[in-house]
């Protein structure tokens, strides 16, 4: 019985990775998908081998959305079909919606949207016939306006959509559709984007999400790991909110700082 399969795009760091070495310790093989940082991409091809499991990290940057193709034919070639695909990269121009330029909007869709349905439809003849799982890495600012996300946000939002009816397009192949739409996660984008804010940043975070703190990567993994298994064959077309409450605190936070006395 030959190992299950797994492609994570972007799956050499961040979220990514730790979707990447869960499903290895579950006994799958990783392919992993990278746009430039190479020497992560080699750590993790390292990793998975100590657990035991073949990982084979291909570069194919979204920009292109086509640049997936080979790396489909190359899971055909090497495994000869595949059991779960991860939607997870991403990448944006963090600015305003009215400052946003055609080119900058071309490739925010193009990286998710675009890449994602051509995932899915270069996935259909390699997962025939295996229960497929097919899961999209979404984003708080789907839900909730941050500034300089709108058309990530939106693209994000656009993703989940197509989750609900990919769910339907694909029931008659027994390929189940998820999302999971994470809050603020400790990963080195994260890190980089904020900057030497960062403690700062965190700390204010913390202080908003009812669960008190800002979420490790692999703990948005594990939300992933289960929708990949049939511990969750009967969550289906859903997108799963892992954001430790912060969504229902608004509210909450708003009456506090009313009640706060005023100085
Ligand atoms: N970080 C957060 O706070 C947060 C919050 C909510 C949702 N999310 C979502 O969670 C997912 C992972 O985020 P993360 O912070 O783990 O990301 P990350 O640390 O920036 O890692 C992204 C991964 O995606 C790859 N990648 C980036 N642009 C790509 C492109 N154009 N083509 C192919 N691969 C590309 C990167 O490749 P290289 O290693 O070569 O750069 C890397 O492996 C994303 O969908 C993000 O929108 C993140």
Redesign the pocket.
Do not use: E, H, K, W
């Given at each position: 019985m030959s190992a299950p399969v797994a492609l994570i795009?972007?799956?050499?760091?961040?979220?990514?990775r730790a979707v990447s070495l869960r499903l290895a310790r579950r006994g799958f093989d990783i392919v992993s998908?990278?746009?430039?940082?190479a020497a992560?991409a080699q750590s993790l091809e390292k990793e998975v081998g100590a657990l035991g499991r073949r990982c084979t990290t291909l570069v194919?940057?979204?920009?292109e959305p086509e640049s997936l193709g080979p790396v489909f034919a190359r899971i055909k070639e090497v495994h000869g079909g595949l059991d779960v695909f991860v939607a997870?990269?991403?990448?944006t121009a963090f600015v305003p919606l009215t400052a946003m330029k055609l080119h900058q909007m071309d490739k925010t869709f193009n990286?998710t949207v675009k890449a994602f349905l051509y995932g899915v439809q270069q996935c259909l003849p390699l997962m025939a016939g295996r229960k497929g799982k097919i899961v999209a890495?979404s984003?708080?600012d789907s839900r909730m306006p941050i500034p300089f996300h709108g058309f990530l946000g939106a693209m994000k939002g656009a993703m989940e959509v197509l989750v609900k009816y990919l769910c339907n397009e694909l029931a008659g192949e027994g390929i189940r559709v998820n999302a999971v739409n994470?809050g603020?996660?400790d990963?080195?984008?994260?890190r980089f984007y904020i900057g030497e804010a960062w403690p700062m940043v965190e700390a204010n975070i913390a202080s908003q999400v009812p669960s008190g703190y800002i979420a490790p990567?692999d703990e948005i993994a594990a939300t992933i790991e289960w929708l990949c298994t049939d511990e969750s064959r009967y969550v289906n077309g859903q997108t799963l909110v892992v954001d430790g409450g912060l969504e229902t605190a608004y509210g909450m936070r708003m009456a506090a700082s009313l009640s706060e006395p005023k100085r």
């Open positions: 795009t972007g799956g050499s760091r961040g979220v990514g998908t990278y746009r430039r940082d992560a194919a940057d979204q920009l997870n990269a991403a990448s990286v890495v984003g708080m994470p603020y996660i990963t080195d984008s994260s990567a």
